[in-house]
């Protein structure tokens, strides 16, 4: 009799821990993929925000930010100029030029200055209409790599043979898996949660089965001259240049 329940308690403990096996096979993948997706498009959103920033920032100074620092301080501190004319006079002599018109004081310019922060809220309003909620880009943070500890972005510039000037910002997939257990494991989660994310996950970001088929991500091109979002290749020595 003894033998018997020992028999079926050990089938029992076989039976659960080749399920727990198979579960932590199942999820561990699935956890990798949806953690690695989450946070590239993080990144993507951000660099979004930056490339509209870079737009209006060389509208402004006619060229791009060189230093996230100074698309810091352009959101924070800058105006876009508006400029238009208006008559002065309701009656202006024929023949005149708008040229000679203006000179002679039947038209003046008028600036009006718009905060940047209000300028590039009416422009991601726009870009967000197209969006999910959990998808929006958002100035918020926009110059901080995700789960890096604040880490910020770094532009590059380059100029071409033509005086054309570009830019890059640049995301290796290291980067955006550095420290994966804040996703894996959250600190703010509860007791049971964690000791279960810790059974399943953890060292997930060592596993390089999954690792090999993450992509990195850059904001435009230092050989295309192009300002869209764009995934690179698979992560090498190159892609960090």
Do not use: W
């Not at 920033?53 to 509208?59: A, E, M």
């Not at 967000?128 to 995700?146: C, G, H």
């Not at 898996?177 to 060292?203: A, M």
Request: with cysteine; net charge negative; charged share 30%.
């Amino acid at each position: 009799m003894k033998s018997k329940v020992l028999v079926s308690t050990l089938v029992i403990v076989v039976a659960l821990v080749f399920t727990f096996l198979t579960a932590k096979s199942i999820l561990r993948p699935k956890k990798f993929s949806d953690v690695y997706n989450a946070r590239k498009e993080l990144n993507v959103n951000r660099l979004t925000a930056i490339a509209e920033l870079q737009k209006l920032y060389k509208k402004e100074h006619g060229e791009y930010a060189s230093k996230i620092e100074d698309l810091e301080d352009f959101y924070e501190n800058g105006v876009f100029v508006v400029t238009s004319t208006r008559r002065t006079s309701d009656t202006i002599p024929e023949g005149l030029s708008m040229e000679e018109a203006e000179k002679q004081g039947y038209y003046e310019t008028i600036e009006v200055k718009i905060p940047i922060k209000d300028k590039i809220e009416e422009t991601l309003a726009e870009i967000n209409k197209k969006r999910e909620s959990n998808d929006l880009v958002l100035m918020k943070d926009f110059q901080y790599i995700p789960f890096t500890d604040n880490q910020k972005y770094k532009i590059e510039i380059c100029t071409t043979d033509s005086l054309v000037q570009k830019f890059a910002v640049y995301v290796p997939v290291e980067v955006i898996l550095n420290d994966l257990q804040k996703s894996t494991i959250p600190e703010e989660s509860g007791f049971f949660s964690r000791c279960f994310g810790k059974i399943l996950y953890s060292g997930l970001e060592n596993d390089m089965r999954e690792r090999r088929n993450c992509v990195g991500v850059q904001l435009g091109d230092t050989v295309k001259p192009s300002i869209e979002v764009i995934e690179l290749g698979k992560n090498t020595d190159n892609d960090e240049k």
